[in-house]
């Protein structure tokens, strides 16, 4: 059985309270054994994984990689196959105003350019910035933000519209 991405998203947050609840386990010696399970577990299943991409071409392994939770899992475990600025590109593709200056491990830098009326403002741009470099790239420490400098428009002037043709000196 395959999950819709709902489901998906659905068991995600309630592994996330699961693992969350962890922590307030009173016996320090069940907590441990919980997380050392957890641990074990996550270490055979990223074994597992490791092994499935080994085998996989270029093309399986992208399009393994595509599925928002396989790439996410691949991500925990170091094996995705595009690189950071690859991915970090893909995210900050759809967020107008933003361009991506560098990625050197673990700093992102972006230029951020807001867009004017009804656009969002700088704030808001940085922090989709920050949220889908996080999403994409977990291993980034650090967005720096930059504010590029507002592009100029060339204003033709309102009179300059009702003029006619310009005429000759001798004839005006």
């Avoid at 995600?12 to 997380?35: C, F, H, M, P």
């Avoid at 595009?82 to 970090?88: A, F, I, K, L, W």
């Avoid at 291993?139 to 060339?154: C, H, N, S």
Wanted: some cysteine; proline content about 7%; aromatic content about 2%.
């Amino acid at each position: 059985m395959v999950w819709e991405e709902r489901e998906a998203r659905e068991h995600v947050v309630r592994t996330e309270k699961l693992l969350s609840g962890l922590g307030g386990i009173a016996d320090a010696g069940a907590r441990e054994q919980a997380l050392d399970a957890l641990h074990a577990l996550a270490e055979l299943y990223g074994e597992c994984l490791a092994r499935v991409m080994h085998c996989a071409d270029e093309e399986t392994a992208g399009a393994v990689a595509a599925d928002e939770l396989v790439g996410h899992l691949l991500l925990v475990h170091d094996l995705h196959p595009d690189p950071v600025g690859e991915r970090v590109q893909r995210a900050l593709d759809g967020l107008p105003g933003v361009t991506l200056l560098g990625v050197e491990e673990p700093v992102v830098r972006v230029s951020l350019r807001p867009q004017g009326c009804g656009a969002p403002s700088e704030e808001q741009l940085e922090s989709a910035v920050r949220d889908a470099v996080a999403w994409a790239a977990p291993e980034i420490e650090r967005v720096e933000t930059e504010k590029a400098a507002p592009e100029t428009q060339t204003l033709i002037p309102v009179d300059s519209l009702f003029r006619g043709p310009p005429q000759p000196a001798g004839n005006r």
